[in-house]
């Protein structure tokens, strides 16, 4: 069962230009994670935004969360050609408790190009 | 250097046989998780744990099995009984506080079927 599902599946942009993504999921939650994975490679955490929380920022990633609507979107500013990636969104399995599983989203495919 | 590892990187497997594959964490995490990636599919829930000696499984369970006699490690069985084991296999670990917190992903193992 797949808890988050990101939108669009592929995105390609040019070096400079603003990339967004969007997740969609079913249940409440108490808050919701985004991974970047580069090709064959393992995932890393990039930012955390809790239930309570609208909107985070770290660096250039811009993180909001709706809970009414349920979606979260990832902003990525002035892209670069190493943003080059997979981006997922995962919320937690259950209720949130600590130690449950992450449920991941099918993620979306950035191509920056220079 | 802190972090959580898998080996081997690549496996191959003959039909029928079992393979396992390797994660161990220096983290001092408490719970630990296998993942399923296949194209196009996202990660997927295999197994998970949340203290040694005790797992639970997830989405996808049949045809693997886990143990978990030590806290730093965490080994997948792929058995015979998984009839499309080829894949990219992920582990991952985080803290077991009250509020979430970040995973963190090994570097994953390509498993191919020959």
């Known amino acids: 069962s797949q808890q988050g599902e990101e939108d669009p599946q592929a995105l390609s942009i040019q070096e400079g230009e603003n990339a967004t993504m969007n997740c969609s999921y079913k249940?409440?939650?108490?808050?919701l994670q985004w991974y970047r994975q580069n090709s064959g490679r393992g995932l890393v955490h990039l930012i955390l935004?809790?239930?309570?929380?609208r909107e985070k920022h770290s660096g250039r990633l811009r993180v909001t969360l709706d809970t009414s609507k349920k979606s979260s979107s990832l902003l990525i500013t002035a892209s670069r050609a190493a943003d080059t990636a997979s981006y997922f969104c995962?919320?937690?399995?259950?209720?949130?408790?600590?130690?449950?599983?992450?449920?991941f989203g099918k993620g979306t495919t950035l191509s920056v190009s220079s | 250097d802190g972090g959580i590892t898998q080996s081997p990187k690549y496996l191959f497997r003959k039909e029928g046989q079992n393979v396992t594959l390797s994660c161990e964490q220096n983290l001092n995490h408490d719970a630990m998780y296998w993942y399923r990636q296949d194209p196009g599919q996202g990660l997927r829930l295999i197994y998970y744990?949340?203290?040694?000696?005790?797992?639970q499984k997830g989405d996808i369970a049949e045809g693997y099995s886990v143990s978990r006699e030590k806290k730093e490690s965490f080994p997948l069985t792929v058995t015979s009984a998984q009839k499309n084991p080829t894949a990219f296999y992920l582990c991952?670990?985080?803290?077991?506080?009250?509020?979430?917190?970040?995973?963190?992903f090994g570097q994953g193992t390509r498993l191919t079927v020959v």
């Open positions: 991952a670990s985080s803290t077991l506080t009250r509020r979430r917190t970040e995973a963190f």
């Open positions: 744990s949340q203290i040694v000696n005790d797992f």
């Open positions: 935004i809790r239930s309570n929380e």
């Open positions: 249940t409440s939650i108490n808050n």
């Open positions: 995962a919320t937690d399995k259950g209720q949130g408790q600590a130690g449950t599983a992450l449920i």
